[in-house]
């Protein structure tokens, strides 16, 4: 038994009636003589890279994407915003978002009319209509359909002339539209975060790609010293190396070469500032390398930083015990994690520098134990510096930061040889 409506409930299903059922047949019809069905896979294809970046900006939702691209396409599928995009996109028709003038009667302006009329329809929230907003929006739909495929003429008569009896499918359809809408929206969210998050991670790639190019480009001058064997030998049975020193004495191109040299071996290389990104990056199940510059600050220690580290030395201890665990039930698993990290001494020797127990640090310092010789100093020197150049040097040994210099010097285009003697004054002029 049909259920008694009131009459803007009645205008509301004539016009979604129209608007959801007849209508997009006449869009289709034209969409079809624009863009051939026997040609619309093909076409689909061709113009597929424009199709990406329409989906990009959300001109065309996931759900109609994927509509596109099944096996074998077909308009059959496509509902009237698609088909309006596709047409707007990649034909002649000059397809306005606006509701067109009354007096303009092309193909184009009946296909906007009938988007702007279905929009009304399928957003709206009341479900009701009045006489007068009916008779408008129905005569100048009905015109428009009838101008793109006069044949549909007598089913509009049959919806005009119906008891809608059948109100309750016409609501079901006006429901599914508005579930799919809200689908719509919701993927549209989901992908402007997954796009962010796209742009996010491409442009840490980057960072991440230049920052070991930088580290090859400076490494082609290196020169392996006792401490550089002292850390590979130490590797081998240690999770971790902290390599110490005052600034300037090769701390960091150190740690880097070891990082390459592990590369090379298999290795993923990992530069990372903050506990974070070790829970970010890190994975078992492959070989890595952190590299960790200035650990706790550059140039005095950063509690904020040190107590980071504290906070996450537990964390890591599980991590790190649980997957050592693995590996010992797996005999096969011989992935392993190795750590090198750089800090200034006096950072290194502050009573508030953290345990760091997760890592297995063995200290490599080049203040004590490890301080480059003068034969080292020397080769240094002449892997940046003309020989003439590094027999002009009195002391070669005379500033802990020597490597830095000879990095320095070799890029300046005034070279004074009393650099070496006066290295503070020349840099500040």
């Not at 996931?62 to 707007?88: A, G, H, I, R, W």
């Not at 008779?135 to 003429?153: G, H, T, Y």
């Not at 809408?181 to 230049?210: A, D, F, G, P, Y």
């Not at 906070?311 to 997957?323: A, D, G, I, R, Y």
């Amino acid at each position: 038994m049909a259920t008694s409506l009131a009459q803007e409930d009645i205008n509301f299903l004539r016009l979604a009636g129209l608007l959801i059922k007849i209508a997009p047949r006449a869009v289709r019809q034209r969409f079809d003589y624009e863009i051939h069905p026997g040609q619309l896979k093909q076409f689909l294809s061709k113009n597929r890279r424009k199709i990406d970046d329409l989906k990009k900006k959300r001109v065309i939702t996931l759900s109609q994407y994927d509509l596109l691209y099944p096996t074998e396409p077909s308009s059959d599928k496509f509902d009237v915003s698609l088909m309006v995009c596709l047409l707007k996109h990649f034909t002649e028709l000059d397809i306005q978002d606006r509701l067109p003038l009354e007096t303009i009667h092309t193909t184009a302006a009946d296909i906007a009319r009938i988007k702007f009329y279905r929009n009304y329809i399928v957003h709206s929230d009341s479900g009701q209509v009045t006489e007068n907003t009916f008779s408008e929006i129905w005569n100048c739909v009905v015109e428009a359909i009838i101008r793109l495929v006069p044949d549909l003429k007598s089913e509009i008569d049959a919806l005009m002339s119906s008891s809608l009896t059948n109100d309750s499918d016409i609501t079901d359809v006006i429901r599914l539209e508005k579930e799919i809408n809200k689908t719509n929206q919701h993927l549209s969210i989901v992908s402007q975060k997954l796009e962010k998050l796209e742009i996010e991670n491409n442009n840490n790639r980057e960072i991440h790609n230049r920052t070991l190019q930088e580290w090859i480009d400076k490494d082609t001058k290196y020169i392996s010293t006792s401490a550089t064997t002292f850390i590979l030998q130490s590797l081998n049975q240690n999770r971790g190396i902290i390599i110490t020193g005052c600034p300037g004495c090769g701390k960091s191109v150190t740690g880097h070469h070891v990082a390459l040299t592990l590369e090379k071996k298999g290795y993923e290389i990992i530069p990372c500032d903050d506990p974070g990104e070790i829970l970010k990056h890190f994975k078992a199940e492959k070989n890595q390398v952190f590299v960790i510059d200035d650990i706790c600050g550059k140039f005095a220690l950063n509690q904020q930083k040190a107590d980071s580290w504290e906070q996450n030395n537990c964390k890591f201890n599980m991590l790190f015990e649980f997957n050592r665990n693995d590996d010992n039930e797996d005999s096969t698993n011989n992935y392993e994690t190795k750590f090198l990290i750089t800090c200034r001494e006096n950072i290194y020797n502050h009573k508030a520098f953290p345990k760091l127990t997760c890592f297995s640090l063995v200290q490599c310092s080049f203040s004590t134990q490890f301080k480059i010789s003068p034969d080292e100093m020397r080769n240094i020197a002449l892997s940046y510096l003309p020989e003439n150049t590094v027999n002009g040097i009195a002391n070669i040994c005379l500033y802990d930061f020597f490597p830095l210099l000879c990095a320095l010097y070799c890029k300046k285009t005034k070279q004074d040889p009393s650099y070496f003697i006066h290295p503070v004054e020349i840099i500040e002029k």
